[in-house]
């Protein structure tokens, strides 16, 4: 079937044509006829299915047709969870809509919204919307959905996991109820089916393939590899096998950066993005992906949602993804469009259990195999940096002194052999004062439970933990804090 034969436009039709697509996907030939006749829709697909288009070729048919009114008003509205989903679902409305005269404009956080303002008071006929920055629109009275024909929801599934769910109910309300609402999502949860009853209206659901398992142009592949030899094994992964676009998934922010520049010193091309970046730089870096100056993108969960980079030739879990959910997700990002493409995970022994939760949930047994040309009798590269550390005979770890603090160190040693202390009464009362400045030398253990404070409420986000939102959590743990786990509980039992 061609695009031709489901009632679009010859406009529309021109462009798709006009980007290199001839036919269209299942998921589409089944939701755009449908959405043509104006009834609500769910539908449900794994990612890499052209779930975009599907919503967004019919949207465009409708608003294709010109109005009476002298002025432009937002006649369709779209909600994404993340930036980079806004942005991609923009540049589809763009290619396809070449030789259409619809205006269309991305809203959301973390840039300068003057350019926002400037766009929305020339007047646009469609907002691509993250929530957040939307109701700070609202708020400001700067957008206007009294007159919102098309309701989108994008990712509904990843809108409850961020935590975003209230903010889309106060915008659902204030759209007309007199609407079109399409509504599309990786998976189906009892949460999102609760959502679609509150605002649909006998929507017709359309299910692509298996949810909950990946697409089949994706092979994988699960290596069993110590958590300190994981780096060893990327690099070697990436120095002996032929791989052109490579994105690789690390669970926490500060992973990703510390991945990306271990990368870069061994000579690989690599570029971090996650939330902690600016706007600015996720552009430049996603932007540099797509284009091949770089050759591997590493990247978290929630940042990761909206890279639609064509080509990407394989998916590295380099950690093992906490939520089964994920997994799918995670790996959809290749083989997207009927391409070939290769995930590999990397699981170490204390992520097993996470890959009998990857297994349970795709209901499907993996087999968990060595990398078969990595010696892993080879001892793990120690990272260069002030943050390297040695360890003493008996096995304990020490931090390796500076030039002043090992000459100090020298001086003592010198002194103790010749029988003299080694900083005389002025070092014994600085030693003294020391000791009295620590917590657990203090009488009162309040400031012992002030310091706690200060140092959990450092390692998480109360306000994702609030909204209990679990990935976001996972997502700001630093590698290098232990007892987190306990932390978290403490955390929770006093919200």
């Not at 002025?71 to 396809?96: C, G, K, M, N, W």
């Not at 022994?349 to 996470?354: A, G, I, P």
């Not at 700001?476 to 929770?492: N, T, V």
Request: hydrophobic content about 30%.
């Amino acid at each position: 079937m061609s695009f031709s034969k489901l009632g679009l436009t010859d406009q529309l039709v021109q462009g798709i044509l006009a980007t290199g697509y001839t036919a269209p996907t299942e998921i589409q030939a089944r939701a755009i006829p449908l959405a043509l006749q104006g009834k609500d829709l769910i539908g449900c697909a794994q990612t890499g299915t052209g779930k975009t288009a599907a919503f967004v070729l019919p949207l465009l048919n409708r608003l294709s047709t010109p109005t009476h009114s002298s002025r432009r008003h937002i006649r369709a509205l779209i909600l994404t969870p993340t930036r980079e989903l806004a942005q991609q679902v923009e540049d589809f409305i763009t290619s396809y809509g070449k030789f259409t005269n619809l205006q269309s404009l991305s809203v959301y956080g973390g840039v300068n919204m003057s350019n926002q303002l400037r766009r929305l008071a020339r007047g646009v006929d469609i907002v691509i919307a993250t929530p957040g920055r939307l109701l700070d629109h609202l708020q400001r009275r700067s957008i206007d959905l009294s007159k919102v024909e098309v309701l989108v929801i994008d990712e509904a599934d990843r809108m409850f996991d961020m935590g975003f769910i209230n903010d889309v109910r106060k915008i659902v309300a204030k759209v007309p109820s007199q609407r079109q609402t399409l509504l599309f999502s990786a998976t189906m949860s009892e949460e999102v089916r609760a959502l679609t009853a509150s605002i649909q209206k006998h929507p017709e659901r359309i299910e692509i393939g298996e949810r909950t398992k990946p697409v089949d142009t994706v092979t994988q592949h699960f290596y069993s590899i110590p958590q300190d030899q994981k780096m060893d094994l990327l690099f070697h992964i990436l120095d002996s096998t032929q791989m052109d676009s490579v994105l690789v998934f690390s669970r926490t922010k500060h992973g990703a950066d510390k991945i990306s520049r271990r990368l870069e010193r061994k000579g690989v091309k690599a570029i971090a993005i996650h939330s902690n970046r600016t706007q600015a730089q996720r552009d430049r870096a996603l932007a540099g992906f797509k284009q091949g100056q770089y050759k591997v993108l590493v990247a978290t969960d929630i940042a990761a949602r909206g890279i639609d980079v064509e080509g990407i030739s394989h998916v590295v879990n380099y950690d093992t993804p906490t939520f089964a959910e994920d997994y799918i997700h995670r790996i959809g990002r290749t083989g997207r469009a009927s391409l070939k493409g290769d995930a590999l995970t990397f699981v170490s022994r204390e992520e097993q259990k996470h890959l009998k939760k990857i297994e349970h949930f795709v209901e499907k047994r993996y087999e968990l195999k060595r990398y078969p040309s990595f010696d892993y009798t080879k001892k793990p590269e120690v990272p260069e940096g002030p943050q390297t550390r040695s360890r003493h005979h008996d096995g304990r770890p020490h931090h390796t002194p500076s030039n002043g603090t090992q000459r100090q160190h020298d001086e003592h040693k010198v002194a103790r052999l010749h029988g003299a202390p080694s900083g005389g009464r002025q070092d014994h009362q600085q030693r003294r004062e020391s000791s009295d400045r620590r917590p657990w030398n203090n009488s009162s253990t309040d400031h012992y439970k002030r310091k706690s404070k200060r140092e959990f409420s450092g390692s998480v986000n109360p306000k994702a933990a609030q909204e209990n939102n679990w990935r976001k959590l996972v997502e700001e743990i630093p590698d290098d804090k232990r007892s987190f786990g306990k932390k978290l509980k403490r955390l929770f039992e006093r919200i």
